[in-house]
């Protein structure tokens, strides 16, 4: 069954979302997520599910969702962008799903109209945010979005940090460098959301300092 993403919006206008991206910052905070989690809606992305159940499971990416679809739960609603081909669909099974119909394109002013994101949004995480405020957030937190370069890259080479929840070191497949312009386009992706009227905090460690708030975990910088 298809289910379209305008029948959801502003259907949750009474609860706080948290986003959980799939950043090793969220083994590091799991027990204090679970805590402030319990009251609110969640927004899951990518591999997160050994760790985190999401009430939302938000796929864009055919290669992400081809390589960790089986971790998906029954228990979760998911929403897949309208790029998903349908042999990832039949490939895991997915009989249930909201179609999430978004542009994002580089230079693309954001908007909603008729049910349809538009923007530039470069991450599944960043489109989540515009997804949450669609729903009616009252208040939107994020966990887990790290970024690719929060960690030197010696300490994920040598696997004294880790890029994600899902793996040991260094776990993308870009490089370094690449890495850095990918950080930049996500934090001007940020900033251009928050620009358009949508409030949000990052509540563990970030390269996107300017939308970190320690102040919740009780985290020192």
């Known amino acids: 069954m298809i289910k379209s993403f305008d029948n959801y919006i502003n259907q949750y206008n009474s609860y706080d979302f948290v986003i959980i991206g799939a950043g090793s910052s969220i083994k590091k905070y799991e027990n204090k997520i679970k805590n402030f989690i319990r009251d609110k809606k969640t927004i899951g992305i990518n591999n997160i599910t050994h760790l985190f159940i999401p009430d939302f499971h938000v796929w864009t990416n055919n290669q992400r969702l081809n390589e960790y679809g089986g971790c998906i739960s029954q228990n979760s609603i998911l929403i897949l962008g309208d790029g998903i081909r349908k042999e990832m669909i039949d490939k895991h099974k ?18 909603i109209r008729n049910g349809k994101i538009y923007g530039y949004f470069r991450t599944a995480g960043c489109l989540s945010i515009m997804i949450a405020h669609c729903l009616g957030a009252k208040n939107i937190y994020i966990v887990g979005m790290d970024g ?8 994920l080479k040598n696997m004294k940090k880790d890029h994600h929840c899902y793996g040991k070191g260094y776990t993308d497949d870009a490089s370094w460098e690449k890495c850095l312009i990918k950080d930049e386009k996500v934090y001007s992706c940020l900033k251009s959301i928050h620009n358009y009227g949508v409030n949000f905090s990052i509540l563990t460690p970030t390269i996107f300092n300017d939308f970190f708030n320690p102040n919740i975990f009780e985290i020192s910088i």
């Open 148 to 155: 690719y370069t929060l960690y030197p890259k010696d300490d």
């Open 94 to 111: 997915i009989e249930s799903f909201v179609l999430l119909e978004y542009d994002d394109s580089e230079g693309i002013p954001i908007d």
